[in-house]
């Protein structure tokens, strides 16, 4: 096996086993969400919503996890790693610094994955949510790119995040909630105005919601754009990020070996 | 004859809002195959040669060649050639077993699985840490994670090595079983190079071919620890144990070359290089006039840490 694959299986393996050994996870990561989707599903149902809009909020809560885990465990995570000593022996080897990233993105999405999985299963049982899947290899289609677009957003961040301290984990508290909002995790995005919409798509949850949405819930979805349309951005999207990720981290890495910001000062 | 580090009017300052000059025009030579170590109080600039050395940090100047390959142009030919470990570091996942850790640590260099799982086997046994290796990183020791962190650092096997401080902060039996290990992995091959920094004098004379002294960025002097201590037979060492007294304005007294003292019970262990020996009767009535009072004087064999003290001019610490 090349270097930079067992570099990545071996980045991936922590979060892996995070997700399989440590059930604490479970309480928060599936039961608090929960609780926040029930809060939208009561409201909508109190106002006489349509029932595609509780399955909106399913659908969102369960990618919620991704968001959650793209923003704190990808683009703040050299912070992290910086602060425990990590980030200086992962650059001191001489694996490929995307094999790194691909490490921590794989192994993310399995973890993430598994809590998504769960939020989805319980809602749909819990508050009796209906989904058709009438095209199944599409909706995957859709799935897998958004994954890719968002993680190799995340890639991004984390390269531009791997010199800066708090100020990481202030971006990534700052992108939090607002993104819930712009990106439409729990109602149809075009309900804010094309604008709005149209600004938001450069986060790749906006449309991947948005299509995945259409493909479960047809027109009741209120799409913004043709569901083929929205693959095909969020293709140049996952692709843009990737290169985007990949001159970001060479060029952080050579700043801070100038700099001397890749350790901290008493490392 | 192989040169496994050659570095050459190094310079490193760090800019912000005051200029720190780390190292100054620093020359060092280090064979393949040798034990170095790097002697210096905190502050003096190791740890910053070893990050440049690493390819962790850029030189603000000269030029730094690790096994032939210059650490600017060319860090990703040195880095699958190196390693390195820090005292009292941190580094792995928690939740992860001191087993699991290590192989991660060995998959970031490509070390096929069935390699890795004989060479950890072999690094947990030869450390004692065979015990412990399903044992979550967050449930182990300190000295048991200083073991597992050394054991990280050899299980790649590196023609190159840095150890900043390995043995810091750990108990005899620890530290002793550290010392020998380097001294056989150094031994077992040629080509085998080991970059050592520590705080421990005996240490350094203990195990290294050579020893650079760097105090303020620059090196003060470098070779085998037998030669920088004759380089002593000029002077003299002392030491005395006195009552509690302040020992800073001893440095200040005419014919003397060092100072440097540890706290003991009965107050103080001053040790004391003097450009020769009728320099002592001004260092008792310094002692005397300062208020403290001298229980045992004794003049003894020059050690390294001597030789130490007479070019920085004071202890490690």
Redesign the interface.
Known sequence: ????L??A???A??RV??AL??PSWTFFDVLLPLLGIAAYIYYYRALGAASSFEGFVVLGGAMTAFWLNVLWGMASQFYWEKE???L????????SRMA?LAGMALGGMFSAGVRALSTLFLGLIIFDVHMTVEEPLFLAAVFLVTLIAIYGMGMMFASLFMLYGRDAWNISNLLQEPIYLVSGFYFPVRALGPWVSAAASIIPITLGLDAMRQLLFGEQALGLLPVATELVILCVLAVAFLVLARYALRYMERLG??E?R??LRW? | MAYALEVSALS?A?TGKQTVVALENVDLKVKEGELFGLLGPNGAGKTTLI?IL?????PTSGTAKVLGYDVDGEA?KI??L???V?GG?????G??TVR?NL??????????GSVARERIDGLLKAFGLEDKANAKVRTISTGQRQRMNII?GFVTDPKLIFLDEPTLGLDVTTSRTIREYIRDWVRARDDRTLLLTTHYMREAEELCDRVAIIDRGTILACGPPAELKRRMNHASTFVMDTTSFDPAPLSAVRGVKGVSADEIESGKRVRLVLEDESAISDVISAVVSRGGRIVSLNKVEATLEDAFIEMVGRGLG
């Open positions: 096996m090349p270097l930079n067992r570099a299986v071996g980045r393996y922590p086993i995070g050994r440590e425990i000593g990590n200086q022996l992962f650059l001191v080897s001489p694996m790194l070996r100038k001397g890749l350790t490392q | 490193r760090f990050k690493s390819t962790l940090l850029l990703s880095r699958p190196i390693n390195m820090s570091e941190t580094s792995g996942y939740l992860l699991e192989w991660m640590f060995s998959q970031f260099y490509g070390v096929p990280r």
